[in-house]
């Protein structure tokens, strides 16, 4: 009972460290955006006013990519650093820093791969349908037209590439399968792989991602528990990123006459490498988990009621919910 209410006390405090960044982005989008539009309504108006200040919402441009990469560390490596000196959390004990082979990396790289860009084909059908359904088509063409565009500059690809892949695969693993796994991993393997995946998920901030990144919460949280390793979930979360933005840049730098069969070669060249990476993993290391050394006795009831216990989880959840009316009232 007492290690019950120990866990509780951990979720209550990484819920609430969640709650944070979560209202953080909801301030930075809302308010942020409002004032930076007044500041630059000083010195510009009308369509040069909207072209610049496009600018500082993109990845394709340095003012952008600044931008991004102060946020990031503002919104996650700031209060990461922060919860892990005001809890007194340990770094061994925090995150599984054993280090993984090759094929291991391989095999998780590979099914965060497949399993992801499935769960992106399959949201995005299910998503126009209720969309559709509610008449509200214009506003999912609209979001489905806004992609990031990588950077036409060859000196920001670096950037960019840190940006995109570096920085969420390291900070937003230490937040999930970092923090968030090692406070929940007593309460059993399937818990903490669907509150990794759940939370994952929601950290993301729109309707196209939402879904498909609560499947890639699980498989990664999946991986980093059969492996004993965060950084199988490091590893497989920068890659995919490498892989999305890799792909924009394409679409963005070669003629258009070019790109899709650009694209086309790409795609079957890295997904040929990802299956054959799969399969060997599968016939090395299984699909089974390892069993934990001591099972969880706390009935599943017990273990939803830490977070039903916590008012950060429904603090979460109704910010989450705002951020995606916001959405929907942008477009």
């Known amino acids: 009972m007492e290690e019950y209410k120990s866990i509780k006390k951990t979720v209550n405090g990484v819920l609430g460290l969640y709650s944070f960044i979560k209202l953080f982005f909801l301030f930075s989008s809302l308010f942020l955006g409002i004032a930076l539009k007044k500041l630059l309504s000083l010195f510009f108006s009308g369509d040069k006013l909207q072209q610049v200040f496009n600018q500082f919402l993109g990845y394709g441009t340095l003012p ?43 095999y998780s790289v590979s099914a965060a791969y497949f399993l992801g860009m499935a769960a992106l084909l399959v949201s995005q059908v299910l998503l126009s349908l209720l969309f559709s359904l509610f008449g509200m088509q214009d506003k ?60 994952f998920g929601l950290m993301h901030n729109t309707w ?61 060249l890295w997904g040929s490498l990802m299956a054959a990476l799969l399969i060997a993993g599968i016939i090395v290391y299984g699909v089974r988990l390892p069993k934990p050394e001591q099972p969880c006795p706390v009935s599943f009831g017990k273990k939803l009621g830490v977070l039903f216990c916590s008012p950060f989880f429904y603090l979460f959840l109704i910010l989450s919910v705002a951020v995606l009316f916001l959405q929907l009232l942008l477009y």
């Open 64 to 106: 952008g990519l600044l931008l991004s990469l102060i946020l990031s560390v503002l919104s996650l490596a700031v209060p990461i650093c922060i919860y892990m000196f005001l809890s007194g959390k340990r770094i061994k004990t925090t995150f599984r820093s054993r280090r993984p082979t090759v094929l291991q990396v391989g």
């Open 208 to 268: 196209i991602q939402i879904p498909f990144a609560t499947v890639l919460g699980c498989v990664l949280a999946y991986f980093s528990l059969k492996f004993d390793s965060i950084w199988v979930a490091v590893l497989a979360h920068f890659f995919y990123n490498f892989n999305s933005g890799f792909l924009s840049l394409l679409q963005t730098n070669v003629p258009e006459e070019h790109s899709i069969v650009a694209t086309l070669i790409y795609v079957f």
């Open 140 to 199: 999912w063409k609209a979001m489905l037209s806004e992609t990031s565009a990588g950077p036409t500059n060859f000196w920001l690809i670096p950037l960019f590439f840190v940006v995109l892949a570096v920085l969420p695969g390291f900070l937003e693993e230490f937040l999930v399968r970092g923090i968030g796994l090692s406070a929940t991993e007593k309460l059993g393997n399937g818990f903490t792989i669907l509150f990794c995946g759940f939370f």
